[in-house]
Protein backbone atom coordinates (compact mmCIF):
# COMPACT_ATOMS: atom_id res chain seq x y z
CA UNK A 1 0.00 0.00 0.00
CA UNK A 2 1.27 3.76 -0.52
CA UNK A 3 3.06 4.82 2.53
CA UNK A 4 2.87 7.92 4.41
CA UNK A 5 5.88 10.09 4.26
CA UNK A 6 7.57 13.10 4.71
CA UNK A 7 6.47 14.68 1.52
CA UNK A 8 2.76 13.16 2.12
CA UNK A 9 1.34 10.18 0.00
CA UNK A 10 2.42 10.26 -4.29
CA UNK A 11 1.51 7.41 -6.57
CA UNK A 12 -0.83 6.25 -9.48
CA UNK A 13 -4.10 6.91 -10.00
CA UNK A 14 -5.94 3.46 -9.24
CA UNK A 15 -8.14 1.73 -7.11
CA UNK A 16 -6.86 -0.41 -3.93
CA UNK A 17 -4.64 0.73 -1.19
CA UNK A 18 -1.68 0.57 -3.50
CA UNK A 19 -3.17 3.79 -5.50
CA UNK A 20 -3.78 7.13 -5.15
CA UNK A 21 -7.66 7.27 -4.89
CA UNK A 22 -10.74 8.47 -2.54
CA UNK A 23 -10.78 5.78 -0.22
CA UNK A 24 -6.75 6.22 0.39
CA UNK A 25 -7.11 10.25 0.75
CA UNK A 26 -10.17 9.98 3.28
CA UNK A 27 -8.52 7.79 5.07
CA UNK A 28 -5.06 9.61 4.92
CA UNK A 29 -7.13 12.79 6.26
CA UNK A 30 -8.70 10.78 9.30
CA UNK A 31 -5.27 9.77 10.10
CA UNK A 32 -3.91 13.02 9.96
CA UNK A 33 -7.03 14.58 11.48
CA UNK A 34 -6.53 12.13 14.96
CA UNK A 35 -2.16 13.16 14.64
CA UNK A 36 -3.52 16.73 15.18
CA UNK A 37 -6.19 15.88 18.21
CA UNK A 38 -3.51 14.10 19.59
CA UNK A 39 -1.34 17.38 19.93
CA UNK A 40 -4.20 19.19 21.26
CA UNK A 41 -4.69 21.17 17.65
CA UNK A 42 -8.15 20.09 17.06
CA UNK A 43 -10.47 22.06 16.16
CA UNK A 44 -8.18 24.62 14.33
CA UNK A 45 -8.02 25.56 10.87
CA UNK A 46 -6.71 23.32 7.73
CA UNK A 47 -5.85 24.95 4.37
CA UNK A 48 -7.15 22.90 1.16
CA UNK A 49 -5.89 23.49 -1.84
CA UNK A 50 -5.08 21.30 -5.40
CA UNK A 51 -3.71 21.64 -8.46
CA UNK A 52 -5.36 20.44 -12.04
CA UNK A 53 -4.56 17.00 -12.67
CA UNK A 54 -6.92 14.00 -12.83
CA UNK A 55 -8.71 13.49 -9.83
CA UNK A 56 -7.36 16.30 -7.53
CA UNK A 57 -10.68 18.25 -7.74
CA UNK A 58 -12.44 14.90 -5.87
CA UNK A 59 -9.60 14.40 -3.76
CA UNK A 60 -9.59 18.11 -2.34
CA UNK A 61 -13.27 17.61 -2.06
CA UNK A 62 -13.11 14.32 0.36
CA UNK A 63 -10.54 16.04 1.88
CA UNK A 64 -12.42 19.38 3.03
CA UNK A 65 -15.08 16.58 3.52
CA UNK A 66 -13.11 14.56 6.52
CA UNK A 67 -11.34 17.65 8.07
CA UNK A 68 -14.93 19.27 8.67
CA UNK A 69 -16.23 16.07 9.63
CA UNK A 70 -13.49 15.86 12.53
CA UNK A 71 -14.57 18.94 13.61
CA UNK A 72 -11.63 21.40 12.12
CA UNK A 73 -12.63 24.58 10.65
CA UNK A 74 -11.92 24.77 6.90
CA UNK A 75 -10.98 26.63 3.90
CA UNK A 76 -10.41 25.11 0.58
CA UNK A 77 -9.28 27.30 -2.03
CA UNK A 78 -11.49 28.15 -4.96
CA UNK A 79 -9.84 26.82 -7.64
CA UNK A 80 -6.53 25.24 -8.77
CA UNK A 81 -3.76 26.94 -7.72
CA UNK A 82 0.28 26.37 -7.27
CA UNK A 83 1.20 24.90 -3.90
CA UNK A 84 3.17 27.35 -2.40
CA UNK A 85 -0.09 29.48 -1.75
CA UNK A 86 -1.13 26.83 -0.01
CA UNK A 87 2.22 27.26 2.38
CA UNK A 88 1.85 30.98 2.54
CA UNK A 89 -2.14 30.37 3.81
CA UNK A 90 -0.63 28.23 6.22
CA UNK A 91 1.84 30.86 7.64
CA UNK A 92 -0.27 33.59 7.31
CA UNK A 93 -3.66 32.57 8.92
CA UNK A 94 -1.43 30.59 11.64
CA UNK A 95 -3.70 27.23 10.56
CA UNK A 96 -2.48 24.09 12.19
CA UNK A 97 -2.27 22.15 8.91
CA UNK A 98 -2.59 22.71 5.18
CA UNK A 99 -3.18 19.82 2.87
CA UNK A 100 -2.26 20.36 -1.34
CA UNK A 101 -3.56 17.78 -3.80
CA UNK A 102 -0.83 17.56 -6.33
CA UNK A 103 1.85 15.21 -7.84
CA UNK A 104 4.35 17.81 -8.73
CA UNK A 105 5.99 16.90 -11.42
CA UNK A 106 5.44 13.36 -11.80
CA UNK A 107 3.84 11.72 -15.01
CA UNK A 108 0.20 12.36 -15.88
CA UNK A 109 -1.07 9.02 -14.22
CA UNK A 110 0.15 10.03 -10.38
CA UNK A 111 -1.42 12.46 -7.76
CA UNK A 112 -0.32 13.14 -4.50
CA UNK A 113 -1.70 14.28 -1.16
CA UNK A 114 0.96 17.08 0.54
CA UNK A 115 0.98 18.22 4.09
CA UNK A 116 1.72 21.10 5.94
CA UNK A 117 2.22 21.84 9.45
CA UNK A 118 2.25 24.75 11.22
CA UNK A 119 4.26 27.40 10.25
CA UNK A 120 4.00 26.06 6.68
CA UNK A 121 6.42 23.92 6.51
CA UNK A 122 6.65 19.83 5.24
CA UNK A 123 6.74 17.25 8.27
CA UNK A 124 10.10 15.74 9.40
CA UNK A 125 10.40 12.30 11.02
CA UNK A 126 9.44 10.99 13.53
CA UNK A 127 6.26 12.82 12.50
CA UNK A 128 5.39 10.98 9.32
CA UNK A 129 5.89 7.25 11.02
CA UNK A 130 3.23 8.48 13.75
CA UNK A 131 0.98 9.91 11.27
CA UNK A 132 1.26 6.52 8.92
CA UNK A 133 -0.15 4.74 12.24
CA UNK A 134 -2.81 6.76 12.91
CA UNK A 135 -3.98 6.36 9.22
CA UNK A 136 -3.44 2.21 10.08
CA UNK A 137 -6.45 2.25 12.86
CA UNK A 138 -8.83 4.55 10.66
CA UNK A 139 -11.88 2.60 10.59
CA UNK A 140 -14.53 2.61 8.41
CA UNK A 141 -16.83 4.45 7.39
CA UNK A 142 -14.85 7.87 7.55
CA UNK A 143 -17.35 10.46 8.42
CA UNK A 144 -17.73 13.39 5.94
CA UNK A 145 -19.61 16.52 6.15
CA UNK A 146 -19.57 19.56 3.79
CA UNK A 147 -16.82 22.06 4.96
CA UNK A 148 -19.02 25.45 4.41
CA UNK A 149 -20.04 25.69 7.83
CA UNK A 150 -17.02 24.99 8.78
CA UNK A 151 -15.32 28.05 7.52
CA UNK A 152 -12.97 30.54 9.32
CA UNK A 153 -15.11 33.29 9.87
CA UNK A 154 -14.30 36.41 7.48
CA UNK A 155 -12.23 38.29 10.17
CA UNK A 156 -9.59 36.35 10.07
CA UNK A 157 -8.78 37.92 7.07
CA UNK A 158 -10.07 41.36 8.05
CA UNK A 159 -12.83 40.98 5.45
CA UNK A 160 -16.86 42.13 6.04
CA UNK A 161 -18.97 39.29 8.33
CA UNK A 162 -20.96 38.42 5.00
CA UNK A 163 -17.61 37.13 3.37
CA UNK A 164 -17.66 34.01 1.54
CA UNK A 165 -15.34 31.16 2.09
CA UNK A 166 -14.62 31.66 -1.63
CA UNK A 167 -14.19 35.77 -0.73
CA UNK A 168 -11.29 34.15 2.00
CA UNK A 169 -9.72 32.08 -0.61
CA UNK A 170 -9.24 35.16 -3.06
CA UNK A 171 -8.34 37.38 -0.06
CA UNK A 172 -5.11 34.91 0.55
CA UNK A 173 -4.35 35.31 -3.10
CA UNK A 174 -4.13 38.86 -3.61
CA UNK A 175 -2.29 38.66 -0.23
CA UNK A 176 0.52 36.17 -1.92
CA UNK A 177 0.07 38.58 -4.75
CA UNK A 178 0.97 41.71 -3.10
CA UNK A 179 3.84 39.70 -0.97
CA UNK A 180 5.26 38.10 -4.19
CA UNK A 181 5.27 41.55 -5.96
CA UNK A 182 7.44 43.34 -3.40
CA UNK A 183 10.32 40.28 -3.93
CA UNK A 184 12.64 43.19 -5.54
CA UNK A 185 11.88 45.75 -2.35
CA UNK A 186 11.93 43.95 0.65
CA UNK A 187 14.46 40.87 -0.56
CA UNK A 188 16.56 42.57 -3.74
CA UNK A 189 16.87 46.10 -1.65
CA UNK A 190 17.17 49.39 -3.20
CA UNK A 191 18.07 50.11 -6.80
CA UNK A 192 21.21 51.87 -7.33
CA UNK A 193 20.02 53.02 -10.79
CA UNK A 194 16.65 54.76 -10.81
CA UNK A 195 13.96 53.75 -13.13
CA UNK A 196 11.80 55.76 -15.01
CA UNK A 197 8.57 54.77 -16.36
CA UNK A 198 9.80 55.79 -19.96
CA UNK A 199 13.35 53.31 -18.81
CA UNK A 200 14.91 51.57 -21.52
CA UNK A 201 18.28 49.70 -21.27
CA UNK A 202 20.52 51.70 -23.80
CA UNK A 203 20.68 50.15 -26.56
CA UNK A 204 17.28 48.55 -26.80
CA UNK A 205 15.37 48.85 -29.85
CA UNK A 206 12.35 46.54 -28.99
CA UNK A 207 9.07 47.76 -28.26
CA UNK A 208 6.97 46.44 -25.55
CA UNK A 209 4.56 43.93 -26.55
CA UNK A 210 1.97 43.78 -23.68
CA UNK A 211 -0.66 42.01 -25.97
CA UNK A 212 1.23 39.03 -25.17
CA UNK A 213 1.11 38.60 -21.76
CA UNK A 214 -1.41 35.99 -21.20
CA UNK A 215 -4.11 35.31 -18.23
CA UNK A 216 -6.57 33.84 -20.58
CA UNK A 217 -6.89 37.03 -22.22
CA UNK A 218 -4.58 39.93 -23.14
CA UNK A 219 -5.27 42.38 -20.55
CA UNK A 220 -3.43 45.91 -19.20
CA UNK A 221 -0.55 44.23 -17.35
CA UNK A 222 -0.14 44.98 -14.16
CA UNK A 223 -3.39 45.74 -13.03
CA UNK A 224 -5.22 42.98 -10.39
CA UNK A 225 -8.50 41.61 -9.34
CA UNK A 226 -8.97 41.12 -5.90
CA UNK A 227 -8.39 38.14 -6.36
CA UNK A 228 -4.84 38.05 -7.94
CA UNK A 229 -6.87 37.54 -11.34
CA UNK A 230 -5.72 40.42 -14.49
CA UNK A 231 -8.77 42.32 -15.11
CA UNK A 232 -9.37 46.36 -13.89
CA UNK A 233 -9.79 46.02 -10.50
CA UNK A 234 -7.01 46.63 -7.73
CA UNK A 235 -3.48 48.19 -8.82
CA UNK A 236 -0.47 46.27 -7.97
CA UNK A 237 2.16 47.52 -9.95
CA UNK A 238 5.06 49.67 -10.69
CA UNK A 239 8.16 50.30 -12.97
CA UNK A 240 10.92 48.04 -13.90
CA UNK A 241 13.18 48.26 -16.45
CA UNK A 242 11.86 46.84 -19.36
CA UNK A 243 13.24 43.08 -19.66
CA UNK A 244 11.29 40.31 -21.79
CA UNK A 245 10.13 37.02 -20.36
CA UNK A 246 9.50 34.16 -22.17
CA UNK A 247 7.52 31.63 -19.36
CA UNK A 248 5.86 28.44 -19.45
CA UNK A 249 3.84 26.99 -16.82
CA UNK A 250 4.04 23.14 -18.09
CA UNK A 251 0.75 22.36 -18.56
CA UNK A 252 0.29 23.22 -14.80
CA UNK A 253 -1.31 25.71 -12.71
CA UNK A 254 1.19 28.17 -12.66
CA UNK A 255 0.91 30.54 -15.69
CA UNK A 256 -2.16 32.77 -14.49
CA UNK A 257 -0.44 33.35 -11.02
CA UNK A 258 3.15 33.81 -12.43
CA UNK A 259 1.80 36.62 -15.04
CA UNK A 260 -0.23 38.78 -12.46
CA UNK A 261 2.89 38.41 -9.84
CA UNK A 262 5.38 39.25 -13.03
CA UNK A 263 3.03 41.93 -13.53
CA UNK A 264 2.53 43.00 -9.87
CA UNK A 265 6.32 43.28 -9.22
CA UNK A 266 6.49 45.86 -12.75
CA UNK A 267 7.78 43.02 -15.26
CA UNK A 268 5.06 43.78 -18.01
CA UNK A 269 6.42 42.45 -20.84
CA UNK A 270 5.86 38.71 -20.75
CA UNK A 271 5.04 36.07 -23.31
CA UNK A 272 3.89 32.91 -22.71
CA UNK A 273 4.22 28.67 -24.68
CA UNK A 274 0.13 28.95 -25.83
CA UNK A 275 0.96 25.41 -25.90
CA UNK A 276 1.18 24.74 -22.31
CA UNK A 277 -0.23 27.69 -20.89
CA UNK A 278 -3.66 26.43 -19.87
CA UNK A 279 -4.05 23.89 -17.53
CA UNK A 280 -3.77 19.89 -18.71
CA UNK A 281 -3.47 17.34 -16.86
CA UNK A 282 -2.05 14.87 -20.15
CA UNK A 283 0.56 16.81 -20.38
CA UNK A 284 0.64 16.77 -23.99
CA UNK A 285 3.25 18.62 -25.52
CA UNK A 286 6.56 16.61 -23.01
CA UNK A 287 6.99 13.32 -22.20
CA UNK A 288 7.66 14.04 -18.48
CA UNK A 289 6.40 17.56 -16.87
CA UNK A 290 9.49 18.27 -15.37
CA UNK A 291 11.62 21.46 -16.94
CA UNK A 292 14.68 19.28 -15.78
CA UNK A 293 13.93 16.70 -18.34
CA UNK A 294 15.81 16.45 -22.11
CA UNK A 295 13.68 18.19 -24.21
CA UNK A 296 10.80 19.52 -21.70
CA UNK A 297 11.81 23.31 -22.36
CA UNK A 298 12.09 23.08 -25.95
CA UNK A 299 8.83 25.30 -26.81
CA UNK A 300 10.04 27.62 -23.73
CA UNK A 301 13.27 28.19 -25.62
CA UNK A 302 11.97 28.29 -28.95
CA UNK A 303 9.76 31.03 -28.19
CA UNK A 304 12.94 33.20 -26.15
CA UNK A 305 14.75 32.55 -29.65
CA UNK A 306 11.57 34.20 -31.88
CA UNK A 307 10.59 36.69 -29.44
CA UNK A 308 14.61 38.23 -28.16
CA UNK A 309 13.85 37.44 -24.63
CA UNK A 310 16.14 38.22 -21.66
CA UNK A 311 15.15 35.42 -20.07
CA UNK A 312 13.40 32.51 -20.14
CA UNK A 313 11.07 30.87 -16.87
CA UNK A 314 10.44 27.42 -16.88
CA UNK A 315 7.74 26.10 -13.78
CA UNK A 316 6.95 22.90 -13.13
CA UNK A 317 3.22 21.93 -13.28
CA UNK A 318 2.73 23.02 -9.28
CA UNK A 319 4.56 26.13 -9.36
CA UNK A 320 6.72 25.19 -6.52
CA UNK A 321 10.04 25.10 -8.88
CA UNK A 322 11.59 27.51 -11.49
CA UNK A 323 14.44 26.58 -13.61
CA UNK A 324 15.55 29.97 -15.90
CA UNK A 325 17.20 29.71 -19.21
CA UNK A 326 19.26 32.54 -20.95
CA UNK A 327 21.45 33.16 -23.97
CA UNK A 328 24.75 32.94 -24.77
CA UNK A 329 26.92 32.89 -27.42
CA UNK A 330 25.83 29.99 -28.59
CA UNK A 331 22.41 30.55 -28.25
CA UNK A 332 19.82 29.96 -25.37
CA UNK A 333 20.79 27.56 -22.83
CA UNK A 334 19.30 26.21 -18.99
CA UNK A 335 21.21 27.06 -16.02
CA UNK A 336 21.20 24.40 -14.10
CA UNK A 337 19.59 24.67 -10.55
CA UNK A 338 22.71 25.37 -8.73
CA UNK A 339 23.85 28.01 -11.00
CA UNK A 340 20.54 29.90 -10.45
CA UNK A 341 21.09 29.03 -6.88
CA UNK A 342 24.17 30.71 -6.03
CA UNK A 343 23.05 33.67 -8.24
CA UNK A 344 20.17 34.16 -6.41
CA UNK A 345 22.02 33.57 -2.98
CA UNK A 346 24.10 36.33 -3.83
CA UNK A 347 21.06 38.67 -4.63
CA UNK A 348 19.63 37.81 -1.83
CA UNK A 349 22.82 38.41 0.31
CA UNK A 350 23.64 41.77 -0.84
CA UNK A 351 20.59 43.38 0.69
CA UNK A 352 20.05 40.92 3.84
CA UNK A 353 21.52 41.65 7.86
CA UNK A 354 25.17 40.45 8.37
CA UNK A 355 25.43 37.05 9.40
CA UNK A 356 22.02 35.97 7.62
CA UNK A 357 21.98 32.39 6.90
CA UNK A 358 22.24 30.55 3.46
CA UNK A 359 21.44 26.79 2.96
CA UNK A 360 21.28 24.60 0.19
CA UNK A 361 21.56 20.53 0.40
CA UNK A 362 24.66 17.43 0.22
CA UNK A 363 24.09 16.92 -2.99
CA UNK A 364 24.06 20.50 -4.09
CA UNK A 365 27.28 22.74 -5.74
CA UNK A 366 30.06 23.56 -2.91
CA UNK A 367 30.06 26.81 -4.54
CA UNK A 368 27.51 28.40 -1.93
CA UNK A 369 29.82 27.37 0.91
CA UNK A 370 32.36 29.45 -0.90
CA UNK A 371 30.18 32.83 -1.60
CA UNK A 372 28.43 32.73 1.70
CA UNK A 373 31.68 33.75 4.14
CA UNK A 374 32.77 35.75 1.52
CA UNK A 375 29.39 37.91 1.76
CA UNK A 376 29.36 38.11 5.30
CA UNK A 377 26.84 35.38 5.79
CA UNK A 378 27.01 31.37 7.72
CA UNK A 379 26.18 28.72 5.63
CA UNK A 380 24.20 25.27 7.00
CA UNK A 381 23.57 21.99 4.72
CA UNK A 382 21.48 19.42 4.60
CA UNK A 383 19.64 16.88 3.58
CA UNK A 384 17.59 16.49 0.31
CA UNK A 385 14.37 18.15 0.28
CA UNK A 386 12.61 21.26 2.09
CA UNK A 387 11.44 19.57 4.79
CA UNK A 388 15.08 19.93 6.01
CA UNK A 389 15.75 23.40 4.55
CA UNK A 390 13.27 25.57 5.84
CA UNK A 391 14.54 24.08 9.39
CA UNK A 392 18.16 24.96 7.93
CA UNK A 393 18.78 27.51 11.39
CA UNK A 394 18.49 30.79 12.54
CA UNK A 395 18.14 33.63 10.52
CA UNK A 396 17.60 31.94 7.22
CA UNK A 397 17.26 34.23 4.43
CA UNK A 398 17.39 32.14 1.43
CA UNK A 399 17.82 28.53 0.23
CA UNK A 400 17.98 25.99 -2.58
CA UNK A 401 17.93 22.98 -3.57
CA UNK A 402 20.22 21.82 -6.94
CA UNK A 403 16.48 20.55 -8.66
CA UNK A 404 15.63 23.57 -9.25
CA UNK A 405 13.70 24.34 -6.03
CA UNK A 406 14.28 28.20 -4.24
CA UNK A 407 13.10 29.81 -1.43
CA UNK A 408 14.05 33.40 -1.26
CA UNK A 409 11.30 34.85 0.99
CA UNK A 410 11.19 31.83 3.86
CA UNK A 411 9.79 34.93 6.17
CA UNK A 412 6.46 34.13 4.05
CA UNK A 413 6.92 30.83 1.97
CA UNK A 414 8.71 28.21 4.31
CA UNK A 415 9.12 26.05 1.00
CA UNK A 416 10.15 26.14 -2.57
CA UNK A 417 8.64 29.07 -4.50
CA UNK A 418 8.57 29.23 -8.59
CA UNK A 419 6.65 32.01 -8.35
CA UNK A 420 8.77 34.70 -6.52
CA UNK A 421 11.95 32.59 -7.46
CA UNK A 422 11.00 33.78 -11.01
CA UNK A 423 10.51 37.29 -9.53
CA UNK A 424 14.12 36.97 -7.95
CA UNK A 425 15.29 36.00 -11.47
CA UNK A 426 13.83 38.70 -13.05
CA UNK A 427 14.85 41.92 -10.77
CA UNK A 428 18.48 40.37 -10.84
CA UNK A 429 18.45 40.06 -15.30
CA UNK A 430 17.09 43.94 -15.16
CA UNK A 431 19.79 45.38 -12.37
CA UNK A 432 22.16 43.67 -14.63
CA UNK A 433 21.12 44.63 -17.84
CA UNK A 434 20.90 48.40 -16.92
CA UNK A 435 24.81 47.56 -15.82
CA UNK A 436 25.31 46.06 -19.82
CA UNK A 437 26.05 42.56 -18.10
CA UNK A 438 24.04 39.36 -17.84
CA UNK A 439 23.36 36.65 -15.41
CA UNK A 440 26.48 34.43 -17.13
CA UNK A 441 28.88 37.51 -17.26
CA UNK A 442 27.95 37.12 -12.62
CA UNK A 443 28.62 33.43 -13.21
CA UNK A 444 31.97 34.23 -15.10
CA UNK A 445 32.79 36.23 -11.98
CA UNK A 446 31.91 33.21 -9.40
CA UNK A 447 34.69 31.26 -11.81
CA UNK A 448 36.78 33.63 -11.31
CA UNK A 449 36.58 34.56 -7.35
CA UNK A 450 35.75 30.72 -6.41
CA UNK A 451 36.96 29.02 -8.71
CA UNK A 452 35.24 26.88 -11.70
CA UNK A 453 32.06 25.14 -10.21
CA UNK A 454 31.23 23.18 -13.11
CA UNK A 455 28.11 20.35 -12.26
CA UNK A 456 26.26 17.60 -14.12
CA UNK A 457 23.23 15.06 -13.34
CA UNK A 458 22.82 11.67 -14.56
CA UNK A 459 19.44 10.67 -13.47
CA UNK A 460 18.91 6.69 -14.34
CA UNK A 461 15.63 5.44 -14.85
CA UNK A 462 15.75 1.62 -14.61
CA UNK A 463 13.02 -0.82 -15.49
CA UNK A 464 13.02 -2.28 -12.34
CA UNK A 465 12.01 -0.19 -9.33
CA UNK A 466 13.96 -1.77 -6.83
CA UNK A 467 17.14 -1.55 -9.25
CA UNK A 468 18.43 1.91 -7.70
CA UNK A 469 18.51 1.14 -4.59
CA UNK A 470 20.39 -2.62 -5.48
CA UNK A 471 22.97 -0.54 -7.19
CA UNK A 472 23.64 2.12 -4.27
CA UNK A 473 24.22 -1.28 -2.12
CA UNK A 474 26.43 -2.56 -4.52
CA UNK A 475 28.76 0.51 -4.37
CA UNK A 476 28.56 0.81 -0.73
CA UNK A 477 29.69 -3.18 -0.67
CA UNK A 478 32.59 -2.28 -2.91
CA UNK A 479 33.41 1.25 -3.29
CA UNK A 480 35.71 2.44 -6.29
CA UNK A 481 38.39 3.92 -4.70
CA UNK A 482 39.67 5.75 -7.88
CA UNK A 483 37.50 7.31 -10.53
CA UNK A 484 38.03 8.69 -13.52
CA UNK A 485 41.72 8.72 -13.11
CA UNK A 486 41.47 10.45 -9.49
CA UNK A 487 41.61 8.51 -5.83
CA UNK A 488 38.84 9.00 -4.39
CA UNK A 489 37.28 8.32 -0.79
CA UNK A 490 33.74 7.31 0.20
CA UNK A 491 31.38 8.83 2.98
CA UNK A 492 28.39 6.82 3.42
CA UNK A 493 25.57 8.61 5.23
CA UNK A 494 23.63 6.17 5.99
CA UNK A 495 26.29 5.03 8.37
CA UNK A 496 26.74 8.96 10.07
CA UNK A 497 24.57 10.08 12.93
CA UNK A 498 21.93 12.87 12.96
CA UNK A 499 19.85 14.09 10.46
CA UNK A 500 22.39 13.94 8.24
CA UNK A 501 21.85 10.00 7.89
CA UNK A 502 20.21 8.98 4.49
CA UNK A 503 20.55 6.12 1.64
CA UNK A 504 23.57 8.00 -0.54
CA UNK A 505 26.97 7.97 -1.22
CA UNK A 506 29.39 10.50 -1.48
CA UNK A 507 32.66 9.82 -3.33
CA UNK A 508 35.31 12.94 -3.27
CA UNK A 509 38.93 13.46 -4.84
CA UNK A 510 41.29 16.19 -6.02
CA UNK A 511 38.68 18.60 -7.71
CA UNK A 512 35.82 16.44 -8.22
CA UNK A 513 32.78 15.10 -6.32
CA UNK A 514 30.02 12.35 -6.71
CA UNK A 515 26.83 12.12 -4.97
CA UNK A 516 24.74 8.97 -5.40
CA UNK A 517 21.13 8.19 -4.11
CA UNK A 518 18.47 6.62 -5.01
CA UNK A 519 15.44 9.21 -5.83
CA UNK A 520 12.94 9.38 -2.93
CA UNK A 521 10.32 10.34 -4.92
CA UNK A 522 10.79 8.59 -8.32
CA UNK A 523 12.20 5.09 -9.24
CA UNK A 524 15.36 6.64 -10.43
CA UNK A 525 18.76 6.18 -9.50
CA UNK A 526 20.81 9.90 -9.55
CA UNK A 527 24.34 10.86 -9.44
CA UNK A 528 25.28 14.49 -8.79
CA UNK A 529 28.26 15.77 -10.03
CA UNK A 530 31.21 18.39 -9.62
CA UNK A 531 34.53 19.13 -10.77
CA UNK A 532 36.56 22.38 -9.64
CA UNK A 533 38.81 23.77 -12.15
CA UNK A 534 41.37 26.81 -10.61
CA UNK A 535 40.64 29.82 -13.06
CA UNK A 536 43.75 32.77 -12.74
CA UNK A 537 42.22 35.28 -14.66
CA UNK A 538 39.17 35.57 -16.99
CA UNK A 539 41.14 35.28 -20.04
CA UNK A 540 42.28 31.79 -18.79
CA UNK A 541 38.06 30.98 -18.19
CA UNK A 542 37.73 29.47 -21.64
CA UNK A 543 40.47 26.89 -21.29
CA UNK A 544 39.15 26.07 -17.49
CA UNK A 545 35.62 25.59 -19.31
CA UNK A 546 37.39 22.91 -21.91
CA UNK A 547 39.32 20.96 -18.97
CA UNK A 548 36.16 20.72 -16.58
CA UNK A 549 33.59 19.65 -19.50
CA UNK A 550 36.21 16.93 -19.79
CA UNK A 551 37.06 15.78 -16.24
CA UNK A 552 33.13 15.94 -16.10
CA UNK A 553 32.58 13.79 -19.17
CA UNK A 554 34.44 11.33 -17.48
CA UNK A 555 32.69 10.98 -14.64
CA UNK A 556 29.54 11.05 -16.05
CA UNK A 557 30.42 7.49 -17.95
CA UNK A 558 31.43 6.60 -14.93
CA UNK A 559 27.84 6.95 -13.26
CA UNK A 560 25.91 5.90 -16.80
CA UNK A 561 27.51 2.18 -15.89
CA UNK A 562 26.05 1.83 -13.17
Known sequence: MLRFGTAGLRGPLQDGPDGMNAGTVARASAGVAAWLRDRCLGGGLVIVGRDARHGSAEFATVTAEVFAAAGFSVLPLPRPLPTPIVAFAVRELGAVAGVQITASHNPATDNGYKLYLDGGSQLIPPADAEIERCIDAVTEPIPRIAPAASAPAPSILSLPADATPADLGKEIIRRYLTRAAAVPETIGGARTVPVHPSHHSV????????????????REPGVLERDGEPGTGERMTVQRPDIRIALTPMHGVGGETAVAALAAAGFRDVHVVERQFTPDPDFPTVAFPNPEEPGAADLLLALAEKIDADLAVALDPDADRCALAVPGPHGWRMLRGDETGVLLADYVLRAAPPNSLVATTVV????????????????AETLTGFKWLARAGDGLVYAYEEAIGHCVDPAAVRDKDGITAAIAAADLTARLREQGRSLLDVLDDYAVEF???AGDQVSLRPADPAAAAQAVARLRD??????AGVAVSCTDLSTVRGRMRTDALIFEGDGQRIVIRPSGTEPKLKCYLEVVEPVRDRDA????????????????AFCEQL
Open 478 to 483: TPPDVI
Open 451 to 453: GLH
Open 364 to 379: SSRLLGKLAPARGARY
Open 203 to 218: GDKREPRHDDIRGGTA
Open 541 to 556: LIQSKSIAAHRLSALR
